[in-house]
């Protein structure tokens, strides 16, 4: 028996159509292909299916064996979508109701579906591979859609014509960073513009970003107080940092020779930990608060607030000490009492949490009796 092959790697049939994979027989191929046709006239898989069904009359008019059937992979990469095809190919195979030897004819519509040919000849040998071209796709016409259909799809442009811009104006930037004696700024400000658009490419930040940004959105028409905390939050750490660059300057000035590394970052942090700490404090209280209107709010959340400020005891005890302002008794009742704050706060709320919870369960349970 020879069985007839459709591959289509990105499973574009499941995602396009909801079709179950793998489709086999005539006629489930045949309704595959249409409702692929329907959904997405411009995909390449509808020739592949539709030249699987070509192949599959034209020898079955020969009365030879034959059969037909589509398997697909997956968008999720090379690796992921050859495994699942090899799957499919396996679950094909089984269907087969037949005591001859098997073997496959591969339908493709490029290199990339031909990637998967080897996981299929480890299940089946292979009589044949045929790549699909569409005839109108060799002339002039069809390169102009192409570039057309290019210029059109908003993730294409943003992939290919933002580099190849910022490349296409290196030349005339570099002109005029001659005539401005500044050839080297201007080149390497394009040059950056380049690497750092490559990179959030690559990364993915570009995504990110948006969804950041939709989040954001939702948050400030939901009325969500921890979109303000943070903003709040992020203008406390700025004022941290400067307030931290400020007392560095302070003991520089008033120390006679160079300062060592332990007490410069002991500068840094004794100027800004009770920024960073009220900035703590506010995105746990405006967390807390979110929490709190959604009724999603558990007893362990309202450590938060208390961490922060015992971390933040701790913190400035520490570096007050490197600075010798304060002495060694106040550093460890500092460190004393930073530890026992977390651990007092753990112990009440987590008594407190089973209490209530015990409480609430006894009710429950009064509940379901009384019904």
């Not at 960073?177 to 950056?192: I, K």
């Not at 009742?333 to 706060?345: E, F, P």
Request: charge should be negative; proline fraction near 3%; hydrophobic fraction near 45%.
């Amino acid at each position: 028996m020879l069985l007839v092959l459709c591959v289509d790697l990105d499973d574009d049939l499941g995602r396009k159509t909801g079709f179950s994979t793998p489709v086999i027989g005539r006629e489930p191929v045949e309704e595959a292909a249409v409702a692929l046709a329907t959904a997405d006239p411009e995909d390449s898989d509808v020739n592949v299916i539709f030249q699987g069904l070509h192949v599959y009359d034209d020898l079955a008019d020969r009365d030879e064996s034959v059969e037909v059937a589509v398997v697909t992979g997956n968008d999720e990469g090379d690796v992921s979508a050859n495994r699942e095809v090899g799957d499919e190919v396996d679950t094909v195979l089984a269907s087969l109701s037949t005591g001859e030897d098997v073997t496959a004819l591969v339908v493709t519509d490029g290199a990339q579906d031909e990637s998967v040919i080897p996981i299929i000849r480890s299940r089946v040998p292979i009589d044949g591979v045929r790549r699909v071209v569409v005839r109108q796709a060799q002339n002039l016409e069809s390169m102009y859609y192409t570039i057309k259909q290019v210029l059109d799809d908003p993730e294409t442009r943003g992939t290919v014509l933002i580099p190849l811009g910022i490349l296409l104006l290196i030349y005339p930037l570099a002109l005029i960073g001659t005539v401005l004696d500044m050839p080297g700024f201007v080149l390497g400000t394009t040059s950056a513009l380049l690497g750092l658009y490559l990179i959030s490419r690559g990364l993915g930040l570009g995504d990110r970003l948006d969804t950041s940004v939709e989040r954001a959105r939702r948050s400030l028409y939901a009325g969500r107080t921890t979109l303000l905390a943070y903003v709040v939050a992020a203008a406390l750490f700025v004022l941290g940092g400067v307030n931290g660059l400020d007392t560095l300057e302070a003991v520089r000035e008033s120390t006679a020779g160079d300062l060592g590394v332990p007490v410069m970052l002991a500068a840094l942090l004794n100027g800004s930990i009770r920024w960073f700490a009220v900035a703590g404090l506010t995105t746990s209280l405006g967390q807390i608060t979110d929490e709190y209107i959604a009724g999603s709010l558990e007893w362990r959340y309202l450590n938060a607030p208390f961490y922060v400020l015992s971390i933040a005891v701790v913190l400035h005890a520490v570096s007050a000490f490197f600075l010798d302002r304060v002495e060694l008794t106040f550093l460890a009742t500092a460190l004393t009492a930073g530890t026992l704050l977390g651990i007092v706060s753990t112990l009440t709320f987590a008594v407190a949490e089973s209490r209530f919870s015990d409480s609430e369960r006894e009710e429950d349970r009064r509940g379901a009796e009384r019904v």
